[in-house]
Structure formats: structure tokens, C-alpha cells
């Protein structure tokens, strides 16, 4: 028996990596279509809304704007709305855009026993003042507190009324108004309006424009509104399609009234 120790083996060899390790390369692919926003296209409407300023608000006058009117040019703006009141062919449906207190509507209804009426107006207290004064009327009468630019008008309706309203509107929200209704309603629509103007006068035409900066400024000052200056409804309701058949001017052409007719 040998006394002699086995030999003893070395640890196994360790071989040298051959290959290389794997890398993660970056993608070099474009974002699919399907890829969450950035943070600045989710903003940007955000912050249009924002900027944006806030819709008139004519509560605050409500009360007060007939007295208003009259301190101001007594019994005219009132003639000027009731001139071709007694002209007006007989109709169905009237599509009251703005009239304030009613107090138009009120007369127009008394005059035509047949007639409905939607009423439209973005003051819930005018609204609440034009039920009261239409109270005998009030089963012909609709109400809706609304923007005129977002209102359909009744299937039948065949007459537009539109005292002292459009001048609170820029001129693209004229056009876009005027373009509306003629596609809404039919042939034959009637379109009753009454506003201010600036005539061509050399001695009137001064102290006409001084007087509507005047009332665009308390308006603003009042109630918000930020049109400042008067539109072209002419221009907006031809293009539109209607064809002026009657015009009167009051107070040397300061105030106007006219009838349109769609064609």
C-alpha cells in the first residue's frame, strides 16, 4: 500500500468571453399616429378657451333699460320697432331674436291672433320681464335663454324679428346668423329688423358716430359687451340671400327699420 497522495487537480480553466455583450440600440421609428399628446398640444385649447372673454350679460340693465331708452331718445326706438308692425303680411311662426323686455312681441301678438312665437334671449331676467309683459299671450309663447347663434328656429317659421340686436354681434357672427336662418327656413320668410346707423350726412354723420361709440362704451362698461362698432347687416342678409322690400328712417337716418324677404 502506498503512502504516496493522488495528485490534485486544478480548478477547471475559465474561458475567455468571446463575444461581445448585446447592446440596446435607441429606436430610430417615429411615433405611431396612435401616441398620447404632448402636453402642449393638450394646453394650447385650454388656453384659447381661457383667453377668450367671458359673453355679455345684460341682466344688470334689464330693469332699467326701458327707462334708459327712453331718457335717451323718448318714445323713438319704440316707433322705430312698431313702424311696419301694421304692414306685416299675416304670418305663422315668428322667430324673436333679442327683443329685450317684449314689449314688441307683446303688441306684435296682440295684432295677429294666430301667430306663435319663440322668443330668444341670452338674459334670463329680460326673458322673465317678456313673459310678464306677454302674459295673455303666454300659450303662444315659447322662451329660451340661449345665443341666437345656436338656436334652430321653429320647423314653420316664417318671420324673423330683429330690433336692436344685431349691432351686439361682430360682423362674421352676422354673416354666419344670416346664413343659418336662410338654410332653416323657407322661401317667403319675412325678416323685421330695426337698428342704429351712422348716416352719410356731412352735419348728422359726427355726432351720429360720437353717439354709438357713447352707447358701445356704457354697454362695455354695463354689461361686458366687446363689439365695438356697428355691423353691415345689408351686406350679411344678401349674401345670405334676402332681398330688402321696405325701409323708413327716423331721426335723420340714425335709426332704420326694414323688411327682408328670403328668396
Known sequence: ?????????????????????????????????????????????????????????????????????????GSLLQRTRTHFLADLPPRHQAFVLGDGDGRFLARLLERRPHLGALAVDTSAT???LLRRRCQPFLHRVRTLQASALTVTPPPDTDLIVTHFFLDCLTQPELTTLAQTLAADTAPGTLWLLSDFAVPQTPIVRPLAALYIRSLYLAFRLLTGLRVTHLPDPQTALAAAGFTRIARHEFLLGVLYTEIWQLH
Open 126 to 128: 329680460m326673458l322673465q
Open 1 to 73: 500500500m502506498s503512502l504516496a497522495m493522488p495528485p490534485i487537480e486544478g480548478p477547471p480553466s475559465i474561458r475567455p468571453l468571446t463575444e461581445a455583450p448585446q447592446t440596446l440600440r435607441p429606436s430610430t421609428e417615429s411615433p405611431s399616429s396612435s401616441a398620447l399628446p404632448t402636453y402642449s398640444e393638450v394646453e394650447r385649447p385650454l388656453e384659447s378657451l381661457l383667453r377668450q372673454p367671458p359673453p355679455p350679460n345684460f341682466d344688470p340693465v334689464a330693469r332699467i333699460y326701458r327707462f334708459a331708452e327712453y331718457l335717451a331718445l
